[in-house]
């Protein structure tokens, strides 16, 4: 799935709405989700599972119970994120990677010479998301 097909739903945008303001719990966001959109809790589930599939979200377990962690900040007008904090996170290095791969993917799709996409996401890749030291 492309990433304008994951934003262009308007339930997931929501989604990334709510997290823009910091880690949720996921019954939080269902809760918010179902009363705004009257879906049920496992289609609010899914639409989880695809903003976490494609990166967009990331889940931990805290416990007993699960919490999303935003980076959906990053996507929100006019914001942007610190490099060292995305580098010296686990999600946002994953983040930036999915991201690369995603662009790389699209710029394949509309053309671009494959040795040229490879080398620019492989650049990218390793400047905004160097493995930890």
């Known amino acids: 799935m492309h990433a304008f097909d994951i934003l262009g739903d308007p339930r997931r945008r929501r989604i990334l709405e709510l997290l823009a303001d910091g880690e949720q719990t996921s019954g939080a966001i269902t809760d918010v989700i179902r009363a705004e959109f009257a879906i049920s ?6 639409h989880l599972r695809v903003l976490r599939d494609s990166g967009f979200a990331s889940v931990r377990t805290e416990g007993a119970r699960l ?13 942007t994120a610190d490099r060292e904090v995305l ?7 994953e ?24 080398a620019a996401v492989e650049a990218t890749t390793k400047f905004y998301a160097p493995d930890p030291i």
């Open 41 to 46: 809790q496992p289609a609010v589930s899914q």
């Open 67 to 79: 919490a999303l962690l935003a980076l959906a900040r990053m996507l929100a007008a006019g914001e």
């Open 87 to 93: 580098e010296k996170s686990p999600e946002g290095r």
């Open 95 to 118: 983040f930036i990677r999915r991201s690369a791969a995603a662009w790389g993917e699209a710029h394949l799709a509309a053309g671009g010479e494959p040795e040229h996409v490879a």
